[in-house]
Nanobody
Framework: QVQLVESGGGLVQAGGSLRLSCAASGSIFSIRTMGWYRQAPGKQRELVAAISSGGSKNYADSVKGRFTISRDNAKNTVYLQMNSLKPEDTAVYYC?????????WGQGTQVTVSS
């Protein structure tokens, strides 16, 4: 089992920045990839960014150049630095950890970008 606790969401004006954090605990040795997904009202959950245990990163086209994912293995924490935020970034952001067998999810944190 892996437990994920997110923090850092909130309300920000367009053009502003936020940093999300996700702390993992439990069977962290089994984690292969950690990432962030988001889900806006009426839309499907989508991948925002992911980082493998080896440090490889993957971003959605819509956030490339604006968002940065990073991972602190000593703290078992993954971060999402979000810059130049746009109203269309408004969504609930979910932390994800992927093992060989299972996906684990955080409770979600709301990010609202006002125009």
């Amino acid at each position: 089992q892996v437990q994920l606790v997110e923090s850092g969401g909130g309300l920000v004006q367009a053009g502003g920045s936020l940093r999300l954090s996700c702390a993992a605990s439990g069977s962290i040795f089994s984690i292969r990839t950690m990432g962030w997904y988001r889900q806006a009202p009426g839309k499907q959950r989508e991948l925002v960014a992911a980082i493998s245990s080896g440090g490889s990163k993957n971003y959605a086209d819509s956030v490339k150049g604006r968002f940065t994912i990073s991972r602190d293995n000593a703290k078992n924490t993954v971060y999402l630095q979000m810059n130049s935020l746009k109203p269309e970034d408004t969504a609930v952001y979910y932390c994800n950890s992927r093992t060989i067998l299972l996906d684990y999810w955080g409770q979600g944190t709301q990010v609202t970008v006002s125009s």
